[in-house]
């Protein structure tokens, strides 16, 4: 890929800052658990996959900085709720003995090498499933900007035009942060790979046209049962794939897989500042004194989700034995 969205190099986590996207590709370079915690919180770096590559890190560098682990922990699981492979690797991290920035570093390490193998082979798994000659939708951005390279859902993307398949390739904007419109687009258009980005809106329309033959999105947790969250306005375009007969696909690695979360309901959903809705580029666009409702996620029942794919394989109904068996391996 002609970027990278984080590495660490001189002793300190560097982070691809993707609120500067597309404008200007700045680095973030953060050297404590607690500095990890905070360019989380503010969406530096974004991506359930990449996110818990970041606290990984972080976890590590909590060793250099003086730190107490355990509110470097704490601190960090703190930081974004609704992603699960932050708990993951938080959890992963905390089991390694003893406790040495070598130590915690080398798994960081394994771990961000791991993400990558594993959005390889979604993209292999997945790239079976996409209809050759018709278009590919996307909300968010699920590609190598969340993970630790290539992406879940543009891993399928990917995979799937490297195979050889004619798909046109659609992107919802993804409001209120834009991350279609600013990350999507961005990411695809350095690798030479033509995007069509449309309001959030227009995706009904799109998907009514016949012009998709399938959407592929990414998750940011995924129940027991197959009920996924993903970034808000997922669960509507599941709806109007369904409507349109259009298969809907979700691309994620096992460590997304939640098996304490029984269904979606029991998946913990962010609320985002009101700002986020009110404002754009710094400016106000909404009425002042208006009440905000602004949900980062929305869950996607498993009843419209056609096939869930893994690194390990593709989950299908009735995935309350499908999907705990690809998280068992």
């Known amino acids: 890929m002609s970027f990278r969205t984080l590495w660490f190099e001189d002793g300190a986590l560097h982070l691809l800052d993707q609120r500067q996207l597309p404008a200007r590709a700045e680095i973030v370079i953060v ?26 890190y972080g976890l590590a560098l909590a060793t250099t900085s ?83 390279g290539y992406g879940t859902a543009l891993g399928v993307v ?17 409001r ?42 990414g998750a940011d947790r995924i129940a027991r049962n197959g009920d996924t969250a993903n970034k808000i306005g997922t669960y509507p375009l599941a709806l109007a794939a369904q409507a349109a007969s259009v298969p809907f696909f979700v691309a994620a690695p096992t460590s997304t897989i939640d098996l304490r979360a029984q269904s979606g309901g029991d998946i913990p959903i962010e609320e985002r500042p009101p700002a986020e809705v009110t404002h754009l580029a710094g400016s106000r666009v909404a009425a002042d004194g208006v009440q905000v409702f602004n949900p980062a996620f929305d869950v996607t029942p498993a009843r419209y989700i056609s096939a869930i794919v893994t690194e390990r394989g593709v989950a299908r109904a009735p995935y309350e034995r499908s999907v705990p068996a690809l998280a068992a391996g």
């Open 158 to 174: 990917r995979a799937a035009l490297e195979a050889g398949k004619k798909c046109a390739v659609f992107a919802d904007e993804t």
């Open 31 to 56: 050297r404590s658990g607690r500095e990890t915690a905070q360019a989380i919180r503010d969406m530096v770096v974004r991506g359930a996959p990449a996110i818990g590559c970041a606290a990984a």
């Open 176 to 217: 209120p942060w834009l991350q279609g419109a600013r990350l999507t687009a961005w990411e695809l258009l350095q690798d030479g790979i033509p995007v069509t980005i449309l309001p959030d809106g227009a995706a009904a329309s799109l998907l009514g046209s016949g012009k998709v033959g399938c959407v592929v999105v």
């Open 66 to 148: 003086g730190e107490d682990f355990a509110q470097a922990r704490s601190t960090l699981l703190d930081s974004r709720p609704t992603a699960v492979n932050l708990r993951w690797a938080v959890e992963r991290l905390s089991a390694v003995q003893p406790r040495t920035f070598e130590t915690l570093k080398a798994e960081a390490d394994r771990l961000l090498a791991e993400d990558l193998a594993a959005c390889k082979a979604i993209g292999r798994h997945g790239a079976a499933l996409v209809p050759d000659g018709r278009g590919i939708l996307t909300h968010c951005n699920a590609g190598g900007l969340a993970t630790a």
